[in-house]
């Protein structure tokens, strides 16, 4: 019913005619490859019932024909006109009835053959949506997957001379119920039609193989009819690096020394080229790289993927889906120009040059099969059916024989909404048995249950953040969809960002959608860009076609701009009056780049452009650098990366990223920086300051002043307090959630430390024992002659309760609080919902009058907007703390929940804990009336803070 005479499916091979033509790897130039692409004869008719006998007959003479060029969409070339729809079909679903209203186009072509290699096939790239071909008037067979390969077998029915091909082609099949995507309903001949000539090989499948540190390929070889070895070379950059030969085993295995590994950054490529006779060679460009879960993450060579993608559909507003090879290479060009590094093939399989792009240019490709059936209820939709199983099978199959050797094709998607069921169950099994390696894709099967990943489309911040709790067991979630481009927009895209960069778990997402589909038309002159509804469609989805990040020409929109800038791999920050520059590429140093850079003042004028050449910063570091004129600047600072030579797609002398900084009033004090490092700390040493850092929980564990040190322990981000009476009723939620103890785990830890400041940038999970939540942390710490700044950021995640009693930092002090003096409101204490006593002022309290003392110990002495504290303490040290209207607290040991401190509870010659908070929860009355209100609530919301330590 699907496919009729079909060759078994197999990758899409190539033949050249020398060794240096299967280098150039352009099949356009074999002589064994005989296109059919064209003028062909056309007839088009409203329903296949019109078809004259004289067509089956092979009487093509008798027919009247029109003209059409293969490749086209017969819609863009005037024949029938588009429809648009989102999801509903244009048609009743009938499974597996087709209407008789079926557009149908006639193709009819000659052309000549002179003797070639003995074997020909017949290949065609893509037809839409249905087939059937004949040559020489006897009938071969029939195809449909209107995105996929189909291959004949035609060596029995082409003569030496002329011979003639026709082709039947229908706009609507049993296989347009799969084919449901949101696009416009297009048909023809969109793809490639070629006649291929073949020596005795039948398939070459290569598969990068990394054992023990030892990179090399698994070369699978399929039905050689032949009893002899085959030659092969492998090149790489031009330059013969092995040469050997294949048995006829059908695994061939080859080390490559010296391996130089494919990546989306530094996409490497090797040649196979394989002789396969006299004056035939088949060449496979081959990637050496690993794709595979690590601790349920995934992983490119050993290192976390962070997708920072688009969904692309394959459109041009002239040519429809049948896109020209320059439109698009100049797609790829403009994508690869924008810092996006990963392309979805929503929601089908590309035209096979758009891989090869891929392999070249560096992207992480999921590549989609053919199969959306959105239009259908999840009851009876096909994934359930067993009429489709073999279908679906088949479409899998397809997709993993056709584009297996492309190293920038990471991940096989099943298809795109067309909910979940034992159909999808069988095509995942059977695509696995053909590629053992890649992980698989399907947003539909929300329980992983056949694939790698949680998948799922435009997850609001909060939900993402809501299940991402991670512990090495829970599936990654990537966002097959999100940020919809639709007219103005997508707005939010760094919080998104933020989330994608700080959970491990989270491991970023697809821009919906590259382009806007508009068709091209010229009305009184005008070039406008019709969208659904503009051709007299009856069911259409008006502009939701038109949702792109750039026009349906190329045109980049200010929300592209926006991402561009978001995903940007090379980011900036100041330490002081240092910059920080933090390459975010896994696997490329910056060695190509010159810092460009002036700063801009209040009223907008620029100082003159300053130009830097940049340190060889390595993949995933930091490195700070002196600009020396930023010390007294104040406004802000731009910053641009310049190509010192070509790079990729960007030319030599061009941007490659920018930022802009807001500069600070910054004291300045040089004093010379030491750090060392142990397996469990790093330390850095100025004059006056010594900072300690636990490797293992992140957190700063030692701050020490003229040699004495202040801490009893490290400190740590902590969200409980003392009960308060009125607390009552949601104390217990904050139990039930161990809010009080929470242990840190140190995600990852980067540093970069210059003679006389260091910058380490502290990921972290924060989490409670028992219970499904946690909290991440960022920590950016500048160490410096002055102190230590910290700047930290923080986002809860899981299942965690919707407010808390306080977001801040503890510090456990070594001794007693003697006496201590700040800047803020006082002198007495203060809470968000109770302030209007208190007075901002220079204040000054004896250690023991610092809290209010209530019959029922409770949490007391908090300080709002508080902008500077010394502390003295007891053994002469003094602590001071600076920051911008922070929460700030003297408390007891005991007057900490805190698990970790109980046993410092009963050393009265012990310190006590300062609080400084970013948030404090209000007080309320709700023991026995209201709870406070809203906006006194400390709520589980993102939240950060900077205050300074010296
Ligand atoms: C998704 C779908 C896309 C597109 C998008 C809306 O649900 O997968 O194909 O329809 O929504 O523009
Ligand atoms: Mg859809």
Redesign the pocket.
């Known amino acids: 019913m699907f496919v009729e005479n079909i060759l078994p499916y197999r990758s899409r091979i190539n033949y050249y005619r020398s060794q240096e033509q299967a280098l150039r790897y352009d099949e356009t130039q074999s002589p064994w490859h005989k296109s059919l692409n064209g003028t062909w004869q056309f007839l088009f008719l409203n329903s296949p019932s019109e078809i004259p006998s004289a067509f089956y007959e092979g009487r093509y003479q008798e027919l009247s024909w029109q003209q059409i060029e293969v490749p086209a969409n017969w819609e863009m070339v005037g024949f029938g006109k588009p429809i648009y729809t ?2 509903n079909y244009p048609f009743p679903l009938n499974v597996p009835h087709v209407i008789d209203e079926n557009p149908t186009g006639l193709y009819y072509r000659e052309f000549t053959y002179e003797e070639g290699l003995g074997k020909q096939t017949l290949r065609f790239d893509g037809v839409e949506s249905v087939f059937e071909v004949w040559i020489n008037g006897r009938y071969l067979g029939k195809s449909q997957g209107s995105r996929l390969m189909s291959e004949f077998d035609i060596t029995r029915s082409l003569q030496v001379g002329e011979n003639q091909i026709a082709m039947k082609v229908s706009k609507w099949s049993v296989g347009s119920y799969l084919e449901d ?3 416009w309903w297009l048909a023809g001949i969109p793809r490639d039609v070629t006649i291929l000539e073949e020596a005795d090989l039948f398939d070459v499948k290569v598969t990068p193989n990394q054992k023990k540190g030892t990179w090399g390929i698994d070369v699978a070889l399929t039905d050689i009819e032949q009893d002899y070895p085959l030659a092969y070379q492998i090149f790489f950059d031009g330059t013969e690096v092995l040469v050997g030969s294949f048995d006829r085993c059908s695994v061939n295995h080859v080390t490559i020394n010296q391996p130089k590994l494919w990546s989306d950054e530094v996409p490497n490529l090797y040649t196979l080229v394989i002789k396969v006779a006299d004056e035939v060679y088949t060449a496979v460009r081959f990637g050496l790289r690993s794709v595979a879960l690590i601790d349920n993450r995934i992983c490119l060579n050993g290192e976390l993927i962070l997708f920072n993608g688009v ?1 692309r559909h394959e459109f041009s507003p002239e040519n429809g889906r049948a896109m020209t090879r320059n439109e698009i290479y100049q797609e790829l060009i403009a994508i690869k120009k924008f810092h996006i590094n990963a392309i979805r093939t ?2 089908y399989p590309d035209i096979p040059y758009f891989y090869d792009l891929c392999d070249e240019l560096g992207f992480l490709v999921i590549d989609e099969c053919d199969i ?1 059936t ?1 239009g259908f209820s999840e009851k009876d939709c096909p994934a359930v059916d067993p009429f489709w199983r073999s279908e679906f099978i088949r479409r899998g199959q397809r997709l993993v024989h056709r584009d297996f050797n492309h190293p920038s094709v990471i991940i096989w998607s099943l298809g ?2 067309s909910w979940f069921g034992d159909n999808f169950v069988a095509m995942a099994d059977a695509m696995r048995a053909i590629d053992p390696q890649r992980l698989l894709h399907y ?1 539909g099967d929300r329980q992983v249950t056949v694939t790698d990943f949680y998948s799922t ?2 997850t609001s911040i909060d939900d993402l953040k809501k299940r991402a709790v991670q512990n090495k067991t829970q599936p990654s979630h990537v966002l ?2 999100y940020g ?1 481009a ?1 007219g103005n927009g997508p707005g939010s895209l760094l919080e998104y960002q933020e989330v994608f960069e700080n959970f491990p778990s989270v491991q970023g997402g697809f821009i ?2 590259w382009k806007d589909h508009g068709i091209k038309v010229i009305e009184d002159g005008q070039t406008i860009y019709k969208y659904g509804g503009q051709f007299e469609e009856t069911v259409h989805d008006g502009d ?2 038109i ?1 792109g990040l750039v026009l349906p020409d190329g045109m980049p929109s200010p929300g592209v701009l926006e991402f561009a800038k978001v995903i940007q791999p090379i980011k900036f920050y100041l330490a002081g009056t240092q910059l920080v520059i933090d390459n975010r590429y896994k696997f490329r140093s910056l060695k190509n780049f010159t810092l460009h850079w002036q700063t801009v003042d209040e009223t907008g004028t620029t100082t003159p452009l300053q130009t830097l050449a940049l340190p060889d910063v390595e993949p995933q570091s930091l490195q700070l650098v002196t600009l020396p004129l930023i010390a007294d600047s104040q406004g802000y600072l731009n910053v641009s990366l310049i190509c010192n030579q070509a790079d990729g797609v960007f030319s030599a002398g061009s941007i490659f990223v920018q930022d802009q900084l807001v500069l600070q009033k910054f004291e300045t004090v040089t004093k010379t920086l030491q750090k060392s490092e142990n397996d469990s700390q790093l330390i850095f040493t100025t004059e006056d300051f010594e900072v300690v850092i636990n490797k293992q929980t992140g957190n700063i564990s030692q701050f020490s002043k003229e040699g004495q040190a202040l801490l009893q322990r490290e400190m740590n981000l902590s969200l409980g307090r003392k009960r308060i009476s009125n607390d009552m009723f949601v104390q217990p939620q904050w139990d039930k959630a161990y809010l009080n103890e929470l242990y840190s785990y140190c995600d990852s830890i980067q540093m970069t430390a210059e003679k006389d400041c260091a910058f380490v940038i502290i990921k972290q999970t924060l989490t409670p024992p028992v219970v499904g939540w946690s909290l991440k942390l960022q920590q950016k710490i500048q160490i410096d002659g002055s102190g230590c700044h910290i700047d930290y950021k923080g986002w809860f995640a899981g299942d965690y309760p919707s407010e808390v009693p306080r977001i801040g930092w503890e510090l456990p002090l070594k001794a007693q609080v003697t006496e201590v003096s700040w800047l803020g409101n006082g002198p007495g204490e203060s809470y968000p919902d109770s302030q209007q006593a208190v007075y901002f002022g220079n204040y000054q309290l004896k250690g023991e009058e610092w809290a209010f003392s209530y019959i029922v110990p409770q949490d007391a002495g908090n300080r709002t907007n508080v902008k500077e504290v010394k502390v003295a303490l007891k053994d002469q040290s003094t602590l001071k703390i600076e920051g911008s209207g922070f929460n700030f607290n003297v408390i007891p040991y005991d007057a900490t929940v805190n698990g970790r401190y109980k046993e410092l509870v009963n050393l009265p010659e012990l310190g006590q804990v300062l609080r400084v908070d970013t948030k404090v929860r209000g007080l309320g009355s709700n023991a026995c009336g209201q709870e406070p209100q809203e906006r006194y609530k400390a709520h589980s919301e993102d939240f950060k803070g900077t205050f300074k330590l010296s």
């Open positions: 989102n999801f995507q949101d696009m969904n929503s929601h959306e959105h795109n909404e947003e489309m435009y097959c969809e919809h639709m919906w959608e939701f076609i949702d």
